[in-house]
């Protein structure tokens, strides 16, 4: 079992959707939860963390945890077509902000307009 | 001004040869790292560098060896390239302990 899983997508979803990019990890002990989107070409950029359970909100971005379940996800709403791109998880590993990340293999969002 | 600059953007060698990736970074950050980023785009940490001391180092060959000289500095250099060695490299920095900018990557192509 991977540590940090994704589905690699495609994820396809019209223009003004709502996208859900979904993520498991295997360490229950884990604490600390992170986004990264990654345009084709580019570096990652971070756009979401997320430490305690439920949902977290930023503009049209909300992140959400179930440690009892080890899963977090991603919500875009109102899709736009420069939302495309791969989104990536990340889990700190253990129960310590030690920096050190484990990625999911990204999931590629596609925005059709 | 870019925050995470990195050196060379593109890097293609022979196997066996010997190269360094620089990277330097304007924000004023403590901790640097460096990942790999492999063909199927997994992100993978291979070192990490908290005010120019060594905190994470990945079970990567002894052929890679990172270079802190001063805490806006990290560079990686390796020796004796093999062909598994092709991946695109990031440099990354934090004010704690997420790496939170990354640089613009490094595509290395041994052939």
């Known amino acids: 079992q991977k540590e940090v899983e994704q589905n690699s997508g495609p994820l396809s979803v019209p223009e003004g959707a709502i996208a859900s990019l979904n993520c498991t990890y295997s360490d229950r002990g884990s604490q600390s939860f992170f986004w990264y989107r990654q345009y084709s070409g580019k570096s990652p950029e971070l756009i979401m963390s997320i430490y305690s359970n439920g949902d977290k909100e930023d503009g049209r971005f909300t992140a959400q945890l179930n440690k009892a379940s080890q899963y977090v996800s991603l919500l875009i709403r109102d899709s736009q077509p420069s939302d495309s791109a791969t989104y990536l998880c990340a889990v700190n590993k253990g129960s310590s902000n030690t920096g050190k990340l484990i990625f999911g293999q990204g999931t590629t969002l596609q925005v059709k307009p | 001004d870019t925050a995470v600059s990195q050196t060379p953007k593109y890097l293609v060698t022979q196997m066996g040869n010997d190269k360094s990736i620089k990277c330097e970074q304007n924000?004023?950050?403590?901790?640097m790292y460096w990942y790999k980023q492999d063909s199927k785009k997994f992100l993978k940490i291979m070192f990490s560098?908290?005010?120019?001391?060594?905190?994470i180092n990945e079970t990567v060959p002894n052929r890679f060896s990172p270079k802190s000289p001063d805490k806006a500095h990290l560079n990686l250099h390796i020796n004796s390239l093999e062909l598994g060695d092709s991946a695109v490299y990031f440099c990354a920095s934090s004010q704690d302990q997420t790496p939170a900018f990354f640089g613009q990557g490094t595509r290395l192509t041994v052939v």
């Open positions: 560098y908290n005010n120019k001391e060594l905190i």
């Open positions: 924000l004023g950050h403590d901790t």
